[in-house]
Structure formats: structure tokens, C-alpha cells
């Protein structure tokens, strides 16, 4: 059985990663930020001639998108010149690389879904260092370099916005939240099972490298996210009030509510046609994923409150986070 190695294994996807694979019996080994550095290329070296993998799965990234406008350079080591060391280490040893991106490398002016062969544009620092890394993977690892882009991603560990609603629903009357940014809302757990997929389908030579996306299927705004959160919670969906980015950038003008440095995209749906070309089908739509993940998320929120007179109304939500 080939051996797996999950590096970022202490963030939300790592930890979905090196889930899914213990569950298959595969032993992965999972390596958080404490335990190797992307951006010291010896480290990587040493890391990958002691555990010998098939496959590495790089779950490891600077995502704070709003800090990388002022710290580009930081990022970069990162996402770039990190993944970059990952991949030469790779290219040295024949291992099979999955490496995660986003949908920040776009430009978010779409009207239709991008394919995998759409010509990237990113707007913000964080998608510039994370198409640098993509870049890397692809210059160097052209047989065996899989980029799987994904967006909007939520699961049991980590801050997400799955999360925050849940928390919100229990403590706040209504809230406002964005409907001018679509997107596919994507559990961490379907995109370890698809990316566990794509590597023994690499393995076993039946997957085409490249670029592919890791996003459910279907599509919604934030506000249609909040809603269905609220719906399977058992809670009014109108509690949810629909509002716009520009909207809530005036409602902040004069408060201690600092605007966003990072734009952040208004159309991140991304197309799944190259999932067919391993075998492989596309993973499924969202709400479905939605119904199945939030009782574990539910869990991992605590004991609920209801929210009640005291409660603060109108609190204002917008996406935060990248991928």
C-alpha cells in the first residue's frame, strides 16, 4: 500500500485529510507547521528521504487573505517559494504531489463557471502567491503535479463561516449577510475523500496531471449559506436578511469596522469537468454535503443557546476567509 504524507495537517483540510486516510487504513503521516517548514528546502528534503512517500498531500498555506496586501512577500515564502521547495523535493524522489489552491486565483468577474483551462487573473497578494505556487507545481512536476483548487471551504476544525452562523443562529436576532458573491460552499471532508481519490488514481497512472477543482457542486451566495445553515438548525431562515458588499462597507464607514484590504471575489464558481478524465465523479452538491456535515459541526460548536430578547440584533456577516 502506498504511503501518504499531509503536511499543514494541523489546519481544518489537513486534519480532514489525515482523517480520511486513517480511516482507510492508510497510516498517513501528518506533519503540522511546527513539524517542517516549507520554506527550508533541507527540511523538506530530509522530511520526504525519511518517510518515503508515493504521495504527498500539501494541505500547508498562509491564508489570512487581508494580511497578504500588506505582507506579500511574507505569503510568498509560503505559498510560493514553499511549495516550490515541496515540489523539487518531489521531482528528486518521483512522488506524486496534490497540492491545494483556490479560487483566488481568478478574478471573480465571471458570469459562468470557470473551467480548469481558464487563463488565472488573481486581484489580491494572497491569489498572486498562491498561482506561484500552482506554477511551481506544474513547471516542475509535470508528470506527477495534481493543483486541486477549492473555495469556500468549511469543517470541524478551524475558524469558517459554517461555523460562525451556527454560533450567530444561538446568540443573535437576525443578521445581514452578503448576496452579491457566489460560490460553492465545500465540507473539507468531501474534498479529503475526492483528493484521496485523485492520488491513488494518480498511483495507478489512470489520472491526467494537471489542474483540477475541488469545489462541491451547485452554486449560492453567502446569504443563501447562512440560510440553509439556519434551516437545518431547525431556525427561521428570514432571520437571514440579504444584503450587499457595498452595503455593508457604507454601514461600517465610521465605526471601528475597518474595510477589507483583499477584494473579495464576486463570482468564485468554479467548473469540474477534468474529475471525469481520472475516473472520477465531481463532488456533489452542496446542500446535500451541508445536511450531512452540520451535526458534527453542531457538536463541535457546544452546548446551543437560544437566541432571545437580549440578544443583539442585526449583526452584520460577510465572508472572511480563503482557501
Known amino acids: 500500500m ?16 489525515t482523517a480520511r486516510l486513517a480511516r482507510e487504513g492508510r497510516a498517513p503521516v501528518a506533519l503540522d507547521r511546527r513539524a517542517l517548514d ?6 523538506v528534503g530530509s522530511a520526504l ?3 518515503r512517500p508515493a504521495v504527498v498531500v500539501n494541505c500547508a498555506a498562509w491564508t489570512a487573505v487581508d494580511d497578504a496586501e500588506s505582507r506579500e512577500p511574507d505569503a510568498l515564502r509560503i505559498n510560493g517559494d514553499g511549495v516550490r521547495n515541496l515540489a523539487a523535493a518531489c521531482a528528486a524522489r518521483g512522488v506524486v504531489l496534490l497540492h491545494v489552491s483556490t479560487d483566488y486565483v481568478f478574478g471573480g468577474d465571471a458570469t459562468t ?3 480548469e483551462t481558464a487563463v488565472p487573473a488573481p486581484r489580491t497578494a494572497y491569489g498572486r502567491t498562491k498561482l506561484a505556487g500552482e506554477r511551481a507545481v506544474l513547471d516542475l512536476l509535470p508528470t506527477t503535479g495534481y493543483v486541486v483548487r477549492t473555495a469556500w471551504l468549511y469543517g470541524e476544525g478551524g475558524a469558517n463561516f459554517v461555523r460562525t452562523m451556527i454560533r450567530l443562529e444561538a446568540t443573535r436576532d437576525t443578521l445581514d449577510v452578503v448576496d452579491d458573491q457566489r460560490g460553492q460552499p465545500t465540507w473539507s471532508a468531501d474534498l479529503a475523500h475526492r483528493l484521496a481519490q485523485l492520488g ?10 494537471g489542474i483540477y477543482h475541488g469545489t462541491s457542486g451547485g452554486e449560492g451566495s453567502w446569504c443563501d449559506l447562512a440560510r440553509e445553515t439556519f434551516r437545518l438548525l431547525g431556525a427561521d431562515p428570514a432571520r437571514v436578511r440579504a444584503t450587499t458588499g457595498a452595503a455593508l462597507a457604507r454601514a461600517s464607514a465610521g465605526t471601528t469596522t475597518a474595510p477589507r484590504p483583499a477584494p473579495r471575489p464576486a ?3 468554479l467548473g469540474h469537468a477534468r474529475w471525469r478524465a481520472a475516473g472520477l465523479d465531481p463532488i456533489r452538491d452542496w446542500r446535500a454535503a451541508l445536511a450531512q456535515a452540520l451535526p458534527a459541526l453542531r457538536a463541535a460548536a457546544g452546548p446551543r443557546v437560544t437566541a432571545g ?3 443583539r440584533a442585526g449583526a452584520e456577516v460577510e465572508a472572511k476567509t480563503g482557501s
Open 38 to 43: 516549507l520554506t527550508d528546502p533541507a527540511a
Open 267 to 269: 463570482y468564485s464558481v
Open 49 to 51: 528521504a525519511a518517510h
Open 309 to 311: 430578547a437580549g440578544a
Open 113 to 115: 463557471p470557470y473551467p
Open 200 to 209: 491513488c488514481a494518480a498511483v495507478a497512472g489512470l489520472a491526467p496531471p
Open 2 to 17: 502506498s504511503r501518504w504524507l499531509v503536511t499543514g495537517a494541523g489546519g481544518m483540510l489537513g486534519r480532514a485529510m
